[in-house]
């Protein structure tokens, strides 16, 4: 199953996309949120790249509760699946900046471009651990979630 996962911020917007077997998680963009087009554009997007299925990082704290932020991620996300018929699923996002950022910089991407990649290295951290997930539960790539 191919699917979209998006990092959803107040002014950005990191993306990710898996490959149909659910192996990969790869980083894809930065956009700039802007609330109606952005939908428009990702919906766009999803029917371009053979899209089925969505991951949405939802904020949350250390103890599990949902940040302040968890309510505008989470209605982004069920606007976009509205907008695109797609399942939605929300993946708990705490800690992946920190984890992208780490990534990155194991993998000597100075630290400019690292800014620039950041929220896309996100979404693929948010994707991996999803796909991770649905791979320990023995979840066949070809199911929905």
Not at 1 to 10: C, E, F, K, V, Y
């Amino acid at each position: 199953m191919r699917w979209l996962s998006i990092d959803h911020g107040t002014k950005k917007i990191g993306l990710a996309f898996s490959d149909e077997l659910e192996i990969l998680a790869s980083p894809f963009e930065v956009w700039p949120q802007e609330g109606e087009r952005t939908l428009e554009r990702l919906a766009r997007l999803c029917r371009e790249e053979g899209v089925q299925a969505l991951a949405v990082g939802l904020p949350r704290h250390k103890d599990g509760a949902e940040s302040a932020t968890a309510p505008a991620a989470r209605a982004f996300g069920e606007a976009l699946a509205h907008r695109t018929g797609l399942p939605v699923r929300f993946v708990n996002e705490h800690l992946s900046s920190a984890e992208a950022e780490r990534l990155l910089r194991e993998r000597g991407v100075r630290p400019e471009k690292r800014k620039a990649m950041l929220d896309a290295a996100a979404a693929a951290v948010i994707l991996a651990e999803l796909l991770e997930d649905r791979r320990a539960k023995g979840i066949p790539a070809d199911r929905l979630p």
